[in-house]
């Protein structure tokens, strides 16, 4: 099992930045890949970024590309999402999730643990 706890939302005014961070605990030697998703109100969960574990590389959601930026801390096993030039549209549950697999995938039922969420909201 793998316990992920996510932290760093909060209010911002737009244009502003937060930083997510998502540690890992557990049987983290099986978690390959990590991935943060976001939930608006009444919409479905959608995907934000990706990482691999091991060689670090990155994918993006158009939404966000050039504006947030997914980094690890092997030594700390812990997933960063730092999110610049915040948008009103970017208010959500922000989720942090982890993969067996090594490849990056969008897809939410291709991740194994999921951690209960944390509130972003941007204000206008």
């Known amino acids: 099992q793998v316990q992920l706890v996510e932290s760093g939302g909060g209010l911002v005014q737009t244009g502003g930045s937060l930083r997510l961070s998502c540690a890992a605990s557990?049987?983290?030697?099986?978690?390959?890949?990590m991935g943060w998703f976001r939930q608006a109100p009444q919409k479905g969960r959608e995907f934000v970024a990706t990482?691999?574990?091991?060689?670090?590389?990155?994918y993006y959601a158009d939404s966000v590309k050039g504006r947030f930026t997914i980094s690890r801390d092997n030594a700390k096993n812990t997933v960063y999402l730092q999110m610049d030039s915040l948008k009103p549209e970017d208010t959500a549950v922000y989720y942090c999730a982890a993969r067996y697999g090594t490849a990056l995938t969008v897809r939410e039922n291709d991740y194994n643990y999921w951690g209960q969420g944390t509130q972003v909201t941007v204000s206008s």
């Open positions: 557990g049987h983290t030697f099986s978690v390959n890949a």
């Open positions: 990482i691999n574990w091991a060689r670090g590389r990155t």
